[in-house]
């Protein structure tokens, strides 16, 4: 039996929406799917799964929401914001584990936390999300624990790949099914890179149900 399990009623969350949008051309989280920011979205989705809310961002977003840039300076990728996440949530009270959420996946499952939770039978373990057999590691569940080691892992690691952080721990993958829509099924972690992914991600809003 398990000697550790996860209370999911205090788990922080934080919103990556960092980095450069390069792809997009513009900063994603105030990108408008369906007459809402993608930044509204995300809140959206996430404020019913966790206790409370931040946004990692290179700027404050002007959403009242706590604002946590990168500590870890020069745009270093997710995992910058990642241990940003880490560092902010080893500031609250009694909390153990951080979720992260992408800015550019508005249809990230309504149970992400509640799974993620399910699978943690040590402190130190990580929950990441898949789906259709790839793995999207910026959907984690990660120990606040790992924060200064994180930090010297990005300060000492050429390529900074999520993957080879993941690869020294323990990890869990989450599966999570694809999404009935009243047209095909969607994958829940559909990423908006391009203007043509925004164009997609409109169909799928209108088939959604
Ligand atoms: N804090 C932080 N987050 C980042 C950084 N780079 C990417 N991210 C986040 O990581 C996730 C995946 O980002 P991508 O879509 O791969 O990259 P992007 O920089 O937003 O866009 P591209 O420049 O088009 O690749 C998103 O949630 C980003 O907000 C970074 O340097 N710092
Ligand atoms: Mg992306």
């Given at each position: 039996m398990a000697d550790f399990s996860l209370h999911n009623t205090n788990i922080p969350g934080v919103i990556l929406a960092g980095g450069r949008s390069t792809r997009m051309g513009q900063d994603k989280a105030s990108v408008m799917l369906g007459g809402r920011s993608l930044l509204d979205h995300a809140i959206a989705r996430l404020a019913p799964q966790v206790s409370t809310i931040a946004v990692n961002a290179d700027s404050e977003p002007q959403c009242g929401l706590r604002f946590i840039p990168d500590?870890?300076?020069?745009?270093?990728?997710p995992m910058a914001g990642i241990h940003a996440a880490m560092a902010h949530a080893a500031t609250l009270p009694g909390v153990s584990h951080v979720v992260t959420v992408s800015i550019?996946?508005?249809?990230?499952?309504?149970e992400l936390v509640a799974d993620f939770a399910a699978v943690i039978?040590?402190?130190a373990k990580i929950a990441i999300a898949a789906s259709e057999g790839r793995p999207?590691?910026?959907f984690g569940l990660w120990p606040v624990s790992l924060g200064d080691e994180l930090a010297g892992w990005i300060a000492t690691d050429e390529k900074r790949r999520v993957r080879d952080f993941l690869l020294r721990h323990n990890v869990a993958e989450v599966a999570f099914p694809l999404h009935p829509t009243r047209a095909s099924l969607l994958d829940?972690?559909?990423?908006?890179?391009t203007p043509d992914d925004l164009v997609e991600a409109e169909r799928w809003l209108q088939v959604l149900s």
């Amino acid at each position: 039996m398990a000697d550790f399990s996860l209370h999911n009623t205090n788990i922080p969350g934080v919103i990556l929406a960092g980095g450069r949008s390069t792809r997009m051309g513009q900063d994603k989280a105030s990108v408008m799917l369906g007459g809402r920011s993608l930044l509204d979205h995300a809140i959206a989705r996430l404020a019913p799964q966790v206790s409370t809310i931040a946004v990692n961002a290179d700027s404050e977003p002007q959403c009242g929401l706590r604002f946590i840039p990168d500590i870890i300076p020069g745009k270093a990728g997710p995992m910058a914001g990642i241990h940003a996440a880490m560092a902010h949530a080893a500031t609250l009270p009694g909390v153990s584990h951080v979720v992260t959420v992408s800015i550019d996946s508005p249809f990230f499952p309504a149970e992400l936390v509640a799974d993620f939770a399910a699978v943690i039978d040590s402190p130190a373990k990580i929950a990441i999300a898949a789906s259709e057999g790839r793995p999207h590691p910026v959907f984690g569940l990660w120990p606040v624990s790992l924060g200064d080691e994180l930090a010297g892992w990005i300060a000492t690691d050429e390529k900074r790949r999520v993957r080879d952080f993941l690869l020294r721990h323990n990890v869990a993958e989450v599966a999570f099914p694809l999404h009935p829509t009243r047209a095909s099924l969607l994958d829940p972690f559909f990423n908006i890179n391009t203007p043509d992914d925004l164009v997609e991600a409109e169909r799928w809003l209108q088939v959604l149900s």
